[in-house]
């Protein structure tokens, strides 16, 4: 796989920036643009847009909150709205809610604690973009490390996602309270997809296991073929 033009965001407090960068070049073979929160404007013509994990402007006010207005995301929804892939983990996932890029909002932990390991996730979607190289109901295993991961929404939005199909992934056993189980959530259009476990963590044996891969080489695959 070869010649994706793909970017990672990174805004202070960022901790996961490097590990994205190295997932999609690992498995692309080509090294994304670095991008700054900051920065009023994308690279040309990207392919693909990945927001990283970390606490974001420390997770003040509310977690990805104030990234969601950094100058940068400005060109993200632009882009998302055009049609380009959009990825968003752990903290990423909280700024794509906090910009209205996705539904719902991520609260904190039903447990209070901050909870760090490796979860098994079912495959609830396989027909996405980001999916397409799993299956119908497998089950993958994924770290999660996050304190404000219990994905909530309104019932109605809840209906809409299951009846759209739009729920990505979920949980195979409780791991924050999240509604319904969810892991991870895409927009209406298949273009967005935003999920709290880390599938950047997960792409090769050395990392105690590649379950995450397939979702870059399912993105790549469908934007630059194989």
């Not at 407090?13 to 994308?42: F, Q, Y």
């Not at 495959?123 to 996050?146: D, K, R, W």
Request: proline share 5%; aromatic share 6%.
């Amino acid at each position: 796989m070869s010649g994706l033009r793909s970017a990672v965001i990174t805004f202070p407090g960022s901790n996961c920036d490097r590990d994205m960068a190295d997932a999609l070049e690992k498995i692309s073979g080509t090294a994304p643009h670095r991008v700054w929160h900051g920065d009023a404007a994308l690279p040309d013509r990207l392919d693909f847009i990945a927001l990283p994990g970390g606490f974001s402007y420390g997770d003040y006010l509310r977690s990805g909150a104030m990234a969601a207005r950094s100058p940068i995301m400005r060109a993200v929804i632009e882009a998302a709205s055009r049609g380009v892939p959009v990825l968003g983990v752990c903290n990423g996932f909280q700024v794509l809610t906090e910009s209205g890029l996705l539904p719902g909002a991520l609260l904190r932990n039903a447990g209070m604690n901050f909870v760090c390991r490796d979860v098994k996730l079912t495959v609830a979607n396989s027909q996405s973009l980001f999916t397409s190289g799993y299956t119908q109901g497998q089950q993958i295993t994924v770290p999660v490390a996050h304190h404000d991961g219990n994905y909530f929404a309104d019932d109605a939005t809840l209906d809409r996602l299951e009846g759209e199909g739009r729920i990505a992934f979920r949980y195979a056993e409780s791991v924050n309270g999240s509604a319904r189980d969810i892991a991870g959530v895409l927009n209406d259009a298949g273009n967005v997809l935003g999920m709290m476990p880390h599938p950047e963590r997960m792409i090769e044996p050395e990392q105690g296991g590649s379950d995450g891969r397939a979702l870059f080489e399912s993105a790549i695959k469908g934007l630059v073929g194989a």
